[in-house]
């Protein structure tokens, strides 16, 4: 791994038609948020760059290299993909981590270990998906079709690229299509190598097209293409709205977003294991230095528990080793970057200015290293309609709030406009029904935070999104349905 760690990476071109090419204007410097130090330069496409890539895929898709191939081959080509991922999962891995911070053991999990399964998920499912013969008179035939809807836009975040970039591109490959990908300026490298590792498993020229740059460039261009026929997101609330409003300024694409959340992680006193509830709390907040859509990073505590429980979860955050990512004892990596890092310590100022008590952290470390690292914190004392409580922090960041009836918990838990994922901790199973009832969002654990396989959907309600990613479902977005109306 040392010497993975010390490789120079060379400066990034885009992908475009099957080739490594320059984009118009003057590359950007990628800072690892290791050290803050340069560790490459990635192009900064323009509106021109991602129309030709628009037209490279788009012409993949109409004359049908990929889109009209047998289903045998498709899955042959995901199927080796996937090997390729598993093959290189170190290099992916490391170089992953220095451009991002994630924790190395978090890194090779979640990313290209989640990515290869997500592959092989897809590649086994597309020869499964069946079109429909529906029941009508005798004298008619009712067919219904599933086609690939064209050509797919995706742009991915920082915080797992490999991950929720396999979300998106494995079932849009599988369906046929051609897709335009774009990473975030500050997580691009994985998503490039993967780019080649495709067509070294065969993808025609063309199919995946990687085009990389500032969003308020490059991603409006994507968005707002008229030949791009779904886009889909996983990002800010902001930016998905200025998404959807591209949407209607050029053809009305499709748009699937998913806009993160404020997760709520409710704790009953009858908690099977209150030790093991606060163990994996902690864990569900801090890891990936709380950058995580699905973090559980506000904690609802029953009055009569709150004190012990916060000490406890406390004292298993402080046993959180946070330091150099690529250190295989390090449980928290880095922050994504500067201005990440700024914001998260501002919404503890805030906080405190609110009333909130840090019973935990609060403050910047290692600054010595030129890294972006932050201790875990934790607030105690925040009320519902508090700022930390209400916005996403998507920092090592938990705000601690305590109820005393099943009704407040419900109440509480609902009071964002977010509505992503949620935690219930009881050994109650009426009650745990009525929460995963009663709670808005799209994922409920129970008893567990985190976990979740690429057998279940994930997406959120309310202001966190709309669509699916993994399972079946994710198809969903992907194929457009078409009916034979056929008269015998």
Known sequence: MNELSRNPVAPQKLYIDGAWQDAEGEAQDVLSPIDGQRLTTIERASAADVDRAVAAARRAFDDGRWSRAAPAHR??????????????ALELAVLGVRDNGTEIGMALKAEPGSAAGTFRYYAEAL????GEIAPTAGNVLGLVHKEPVGVVGAIVPWNFPLMIGAWKLAPALAAGNSVVLKPAETASLTLLRLAELAA????????????TGAGSVTGEALALSMDVDV??????????????????????????????????????ADAPDLEQAAKVSAAGIFRNAGQVCVAGSRLLVEENIHDEFVEALSR????????????????????????????????????????????????????????YFMEPTVLKGVKPQDNVAQNEVFGP???????????EAVAMANSTKFGLAAGVWTS????????VRDIQAGVVHVNTYGGADGTVPLGGVKQSGNGHDKSMHAFDKYFDLKTAWMQL
Do not use: W
Not at 75 to 88: G, R, S, T
């Open 316 to 371: 298993h955050a402080a046993a959180m080793k946070v330091g150099n990512p690529l250190d295989l004892n390090t449980n928290i990596g880095a922050v994504n970057n500067l201005t990440q890092l700024e914001g998260n310590l501002n919404f503890v100022t805030k906080a405190v200015e609110e009333g909130a008590e840090i019973a935990l952290g609060g403050s910047r470390i290692m600054e010595d290293t030129g890294g």
């Open 397 to 407: 960041v938990l705000a601690v709030t305590s109820f005393k009836s099943d009704e």
């Open 127 to 130: 020869d499964k998906v069946y």
């Open 200 to 211: 070294e498993a065969g993808l025609p020229d063309g199919v995946l097209n990687v085009v």
């Open 428 to 435: 109650n199973l009426s009650r745990a029904h009525n929460m």
């Open 75 to 88: 899955k042959k080509v995901l199927h080796k993909l996937a090997d390729l991922i598993e093959q290189n």
């Open 231 to 268: 886009l889909v997101f996983t990002g800010s609330g902001g930016v998905g709205r200025r998404l959807l409003e591209y949407s209607a300024r050029s053809n009305l694409k499709r748009c699937y977003l998913e806009l993160g959340g404020k997760s709520p992680n409710v704790v009953f």
